[in-house]
């Protein structure tokens, strides 16, 4: 999942989000066979959704931010989005205009997960053809988070424990069908779900996956080295009061009375992990040029 400027972008194909783009070794493809770009107007706006299944891309009520966010992040399985972090410029409207895409594969590309790398340069060529868009990679000093293993000994913390499930080779296997929804009480699988208020389950997530769970909390960018290899499953209890990117409270609790433990106090105490302020170079798409685009 992306959020951009607070709007969350549901990306169903097999679910995700993170950082810099990996479609170095996907076969570069020419463009979608057809595809079809339309302003969303809608009052109130749509729940914005992508979803990249079979030999088709839908977007709707995505901004133009969203789209590039998803096109220069990870192919996966799952697909990653570029964190909103590490995109920067481009026109006012970037993150207010909403759009509609209906785009279609050629036979020469495969269905499934091995298609995803494909559809996401065929979205950059579309997005260049039609949005005019021009964009270049900087390496920028910025001021980030690593999370760290919390103890000396690597001791990890009671609510954080590892998982057997393999996560890329289940959505492998499962081709075009996405992992389907848990059930009411069931924990999430292959992501971390956050609850207004302060509460975060996740199953089979990988360290790297969570570090980017946590950069949408904090607004900043969070780098994994905890060293940690495999999934894990975690629950996490914590007070949202102050991070940017966290539901607010629910009617029936107020920050005054919010006794749980900050989020950094809870990542230590309940899952043996601590975030640890940083500088570093960080990889940023800088947007160039973008027009709005003719509808069609």
């Not at 570069?28 to 979803?51: D, L, Q």
């Not at 492998?172 to 389907?180: I, K, W």
């Not at 809870?266 to 685009?293: F, M, Y």
Request: glycine share 8%.
């Amino acid at each position: 999942m992306v959020k951009s400027h607070r709007r969350l972008v549901c990306v169903v194909f097999l679910v995700g989000a993170t950082t810099a783009p990996s479609l170095a070794q996907t076969p570069a493809p020419s463009a979608f066979e057809v595809a079809s770009i339309k302003p969303n107007n809608t009052s109130p706006p749509p729940n914005a959704r992508i979803s990249l299944v079979a030999d088709r891309f839908d977007a709707v009520g995505v901004p133009l931010r969203g789209l590039i966010s998803l096109a220069y992040g990870e192919a996966g399985p799952p697909p990653r989005t570029r964190p909103s972090d590490q995109i920067a410029g481009g026109p006012d409207w970037l993150n207010t205009a909403l759009f509609d895409v209906v785009a279609k594969t050629g036979a020469d590309v495969p269905a499934g997960p091995a298609s995803v790398g494909s559809k996401l340069l065929m979205l950059r060529t579309l997005l260049e053809d039609r949005f005019k868009l021009v964009v270049h990679h900087e390496s920028r000093q910025a001021s980030v988070y690593a999370l760290l293993l919390a103890r000396r000994d690597g001791r990890l913390g009671s609510q954080l424990r590892r998982s057997d499930l393999d996560c890329r080779a289940l959505l492998l296997a499962r081709g075009d069908s996405p992992v389907p929804p848990q059930a009411p009480g069931e924990r999430p699988l292959c992501r971390a779900d956050t609850t207004p208020g302060g509460s975060m389950s996740g199953g089979a997530v990988t360290m790297a996956d969570f570090a980017n769970v946590l950069a949408r909390m904090t607004n900043r960018p969070v780098i994994d080295r905890t060293g940690l290899p495999g999934s894990f499953d975690l629950d996490l209890q914590f007070s949202p009061t102050g991070l940017p990117g966290a539901a607010p409270a629910g009617p029936d609790r107020s920050s005054s009375d919010d006794d749980r433990p900050s989020l950094f106090t809870a990542l230590q105490e309940q899952l043996g992990l601590k975030l640890e302020s940083t500088r570093t170079g960080v990889d940023v798409l800088v947007i160039d040029r973008a027009e709005r685009p003719l509808p069609d």
